[in-house]
């Protein structure tokens, strides 16, 4: 689904990224950890096209978007949370999921207004009723008409998730989704993640420092350490790796 080819990436002399290679399978949570600094923000920003990496590919259904810009890949199907709330906090909680909704909009909403055609109208029904379906999905809907900025961060979070989801994205990037919550909102979040990935077939690939978390949902794991990827494989494997337990897990014998 989503596929990872000697991927690099540099800024002056600092190299982020360093021949990063995997692929995300369709309907599969992927993890990205690795210590501050890996490289894992900055390969997010090269997936989602933020970043343009000095060489290598990003595929995405068998086809090169490496040089697509981001809003043209989020038209694609590719969503992503970031890992610092990017909501817009002077508009409610509905209105920020609409604007998610916007971006896989088929067509122009003021044409669609103006001239009110049947594909518009089709278009503009679907629309709200996923925005209903995610609100109703996140258990948010007590919270629908709340500015942004009356809400306690875990709720936020959800929010943001919640506008990633009206993209119907087909892949999904969470940017450290449950970073600075407590135990019930790091559980709530994890519950949602493993229920978008089971009930909507969506391919997840996410960076997380919650370790207990990553092992616990993800099929597979990434593990970068400086730019470079030092190990790939399940849960089971990574954790056993050396070089892992050595770089990330700070083990070392």
């Given at each position: 689904?989503?596929?990872?080819?000697?991927?690099?990436?540099?800024?002056?002399?600092?190299?982020?990224?360093?021949?990063?290679?995997?692929?995300?399978?369709?309907g599969e949570i992927?993890?990205?950890?690795?210590?501050?600094g890996?490289?894992?923000?900055?390969?997010?920003?090269?997936?989602?096209?933020?970043?343009?990496?000095?060489?290598?590919?990003?595929?995405?259904?068998?086809?090169d978007?490496?040089?697509?810009?981001?809003?043209?890949?989020?038209?694609?199907?590719?969503?992503?949370?970031?890992?610092?709330?990017?909501?817009?906090?002077?508009?409610?909680?509905?209105?920020?999921?609409?604007?998610?909704?916007?971006?896989?909009?088929?067509?122009?909403v003021?044409q669609?207004l103006?001239y009110?055609?049947?594909?518009?109208?089709?278009?503009?029904e679907?629309?709200?009723?996923?925005e209903?379906?995610?609100?109703?999905?996140?258990?948010?809907d007590?919270?629908?008409?709340?500015?942004i900025?009356?809400?306690?961060?875990?709720?936020?979070?959800?929010?943001?998730?919640?506008?990633a989801?009206?993209?119907r994205?087909?892949?999904?990037l969470?940017?450290?989704?449950?970073?600075?919550?407590?135990?019930?909102?790091?559980?709530?979040?994890?519950?949602?993640?493993?229920?978008v990935?089971?009930?909507?077939?969506?391919?997840?690939?996410?960076?997380e420092?919650?370790?207990?978390?990553?092992?616990?949902?993800?099929?597979?794991?990434?593990?970068?350490?400086?730019?470079?990827?030092?190990a790939?494989?399940?849960?089971?494997?990574?954790?056993?790796?050396?070089?892992?337990?050595?770089?990330?897990?700070?083990?070392?014998?």
């Amino acid at each position: 689904m989503l596929k990872i080819e000697d991927l690099h990436l540099s800024f002056g002399g600092i190299k982020a990224l360093q021949g990063v290679n995997f692929e995300a399978n369709a309907g599969e949570i992927t993890g990205v950890i690795g210590p501050n600094g890996a490289g894992k923000t900055s390969l997010f920003n090269a997936i989602s096209g933020f970043y343009k990496p000095d060489r290598g590919r990003v595929s995405f259904e068998g086809e090169d978007i490496t040089t697509l810009s981001p809003d043209k890949r989020a038209g694609l199907g590719l969503a992503r949370t970031f890992q610092n709330i990017a909501l817009f906090r002077g508009m409610t909680v509905l209105d920020n999921i609409k604007l998610g909704g916007h971006t896989r909009l088929n067509t122009n909403v003021w044409q669609a207004l103006r001239y009110f055609g049947s594909a518009q109208k089709a278009e503009l029904e679907l629309r709200r009723e996923i925005e209903e379906q995610v609100i109703d999905f996140l258990e948010i809907d007590h919270i629908r008409k709340y500015p942004i900025t009356m809400l306690p961060y875990g709720l936020q979070k959800r929010v943001e998730l919640g506008r990633a989801l009206a993209m119907r994205p087909k892949v999904l990037l969470l940017d450290e989704p449950v970073a600075g919550m407590n135990r019930e909102e790091t559980a709530d979040m994890a519950r949602f993640i493993l229920d978008v990935q089971e009930q909507f077939g969506t391919t997840i690939l996410l960076v997380e420092h919650d370790m207990h978390m990553v092992m616990d949902i993800c099929s597979r794991i990434v593990v970068l350490n400086f730019g470079q990827q030092i190990a790939s494989g399940t849960p089971e494997e990574v954790s056993k790796d050396p070089a892992v337990i050595e770089a990330y897990l700070g083990a070392a014998a």
